[in-house]
């Protein structure tokens, strides 16, 4: 978030995800679409608090995601204790349902549900693979 506040915003479509190891072109993208003005923290543990971050538009969850039940994921509601709640990856939550926060991964198009990912809600506490621990959304500019 530090870096978005001092550059200007890139849309996916103009700057799209490689899934390859690069550098970072961000000097050659002349597009305006906004600055992050701050960043606000999401309360730890709670559900009702990560859908109202969600409302207002995306949000950066963190989850573990080096467990196979996260790394295979196909579809579904992904509800599983064997998912783990030590955090080492970012991910961007985008909406939710009834059920489950739906999440997208930034391992391409390939990996889960064309992208995504459904994380089952908890009332409270660290939440399925640890997403309602630590997470942040901006205010843009």
């Given at each position: 978030?530090?870096?978005?506040?001092?550059?200007?915003?890139?849309?996916?479509?103009?700057?799209?995800?490689?899934?390859?190891?690069?550098?970072?072109?961000a000097?050659?993208?002349?597009?305006?679409?906004?600055?992050?003005?701050?960043e606000?923290?999401?309360?730890?543990?709670?559900?009702?608090?990560?859908?109202?971050?969600?409302?207002?538009?995306?949000?950066?969850?963190?989850?573990?995601?080096?467990?196979?039940?996260?790394?295979?994921?196909?579809?579904?509601?992904?509800?599983?204790?064997?998912?783990?709640?030590?955090?080492?990856?970012?991910?961007?939550?985008?909406?939710?349902?009834?059920?489950?926060?739906?999440?997208?991964?930034?391992?391409g198009?390939?990996?889960?549900?064309?992208?995504?990912?459904?994380?089952?809600?908890?009332?409270?506490?660290?939440?399925?693979?640890?997403?309602?621990?630590?997470?942040?959304?901006?205010?843009?500019?």
């Amino acid at each position: 978030m530090r870096y978005s506040a001092s550059n200007h915003l890139a849309l996916e479509s103009d700057y799209k995800y490689t899934a390859r190891d690069g550098s970072c072109r961000a000097s050659s993208y002349s597009g305006k679409v906004g600055m992050v003005g701050s960043e606000n923290n999401v309360k730890a543990g709670s559900s009702s608090s990560l859908m109202a971050a969600i409302a207002k538009g995306p949000v950066s969850v963190t989850v573990e995601a080096d467990r196979s039940v996260f790394q295979r994921y196909t579809g579904g509601v992904l509800n599983s204790a064997q998912c783990g709640t030590q955090l080492d990856h970012a991910i961007t939550a985008v909406g939710y349902n009834a059920d489950a926060y739906i999440v997208r991964n930034s391992w391409g198009s390939s990996w889960g549900d064309r992208g995504y990912i459904q994380i089952a809600m908890q009332s409270s506490g660290k939440g399925i693979c640890g997403i309602q621990q630590v997470s942040v959304y901006p205010t843009t500019n």
